[in-house]
């Protein structure tokens, strides 16, 4: 039972740490600490709850709960309903969460790869990134293995050489910094559990803080009034939506990322983020710790 009770408080910590994150101010100010910070509570609110069922389902057997699950053919019979069930729901859970996780990155894959097929017929090179010849205007970044930056003849037209440059390098930050890893998970998890709103919430933070380091990468470029001027042309235009699996420059809250850019926010990283930071780190090695420590 101390297995699943310490399970249990570093759940409860990281819930507290993501609802705090949810709630914070700072975070727009410093989006890429914000955003491991949220990768770190992610991953211990997942390894804390089946821990917190395994721990308490594996109590009687007194081992770490690795050593306790390799026991656990042989020693079946000395586990009661109870201790059998929260095992059972600790493995379940991890399955699911598993498949859940793999199924969504084929999925994503296969439309990126239908993607790259269609570009192939339509798009022609210009530049750095494939031009397709439409009028709606349009900028993405295609990410995988070999990342494609996708712009329209539309907002070639509709943006100056200075917009242009800068929309094209906030795409090449996505690729390059593999943001599409970043918000992967948390858009499975979305999958999972479609109508929970906290998780589209959770989602649309982690969103839009990838779209807020793109934008810095964009601004240490070329400054932040070309891409804020781009993303307000794009915005009165009317953005024309993003392909499955792609990540564009203008599909998040572009009028907080305009304001962003033009008034930067100069809020240091607060005591409390770096309390947060502390809390949310020991928290997951204690929970990741206790699947192999013995009792
Ligand atoms: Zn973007």
Known sequence: MILAGHQIAACALAAIVALWLLHSCWTHAHPRIALILWQITGLTLVVSTIGMLLGFGLAPYRRGLVPALLDLPGRLHELDTWHLVAVAAGLLLAGWLLVNQLLCLLSTARARARHRLLLQLVASP????????????????????NPRIVVSAGARRLLTDAELGAVLAHERAHARERHHLVVAPFQALRRLVPGSTVLTRVCAAIELLVEMCADDRAAHQHGREPLASALERFHANGFGGTPAGALAVADTPVLARIRRLRRPDRIGLPLAGMMAYALAISALVTSASLFAVPL
């Open 126 to 145: 210009g530049g750095d990134a494939l031009v397709v010849d439409h009028p709606v205007a349009v900028a993405y970044c295609l990410p995988g293995r």
